[in-house]
Nanobody, 124 residues
Framework: QVQLVDAGGGLVQAGDSLRLSCTASGRTFSSLGMGWFRRAPGKEREFVATISYSGRYTYYANSVKGRFTVSRDNAKNAVYLQMNGLKPEDTAVYYC?????????????????WGQGTQVTVSS
């Protein structure tokens, strides 16, 4: 079993930066593929970014490509989402997720483990 804890959300202004973190406990974190998803008010949860178990491969939603960067530190059992150039439409609850298969996936149902979410609010 894996427990994921999201942190780092907050209220920022458009154009600001924020870094989310997700720490894991339980089984071997370094073998997990990890992802970030978000749910905006009144919308379904959507894919944001994913990173392979080694950190070598990443993949992003078009809406965040070039602004967001996903990374991981397996020594610290942590994955990060650096968000730059934030826009009001980035306002959402952000969730990290983990999957036993160590590769990339943008599919929500590919992930077995989920964090509790952290709120990001971007004001204009």
């Amino acid at each position: 079993q894996v427990q994921l804890v999201d942190a780092g959300g907050g209220l920022v202004q458009a154009g600001d930066s924020l870094r989310l973190s997700c720490t894991a406990s339980g089984r071997t974190f370094s073998s997990l593929g990890m992802g970030w998803f978000r749910r905006a008010p009144g919308k379904e949860r959507e894919f944001v970014a994913t990173i392979s178990y080694s950190g070598r491969y990443t993949y992003y939603a078009n809406s965040v490509k070039g602004r967001f960067t996903v990374s991981r530190d397996n020594a610290k059992n942590a994955v990060y989402l650096q968000m730059n150039g934030l826009k009001p439409e980035d306002t959402a609850v952000y969730y990290c997720a983990g999957r036993s298969a160590g590769d990339l996936s943008s599919r929500e149902n590919a992930y077995e483990y989920w964090g509790q979410g952290t709120q990001v609010t971007v004001s204009s």
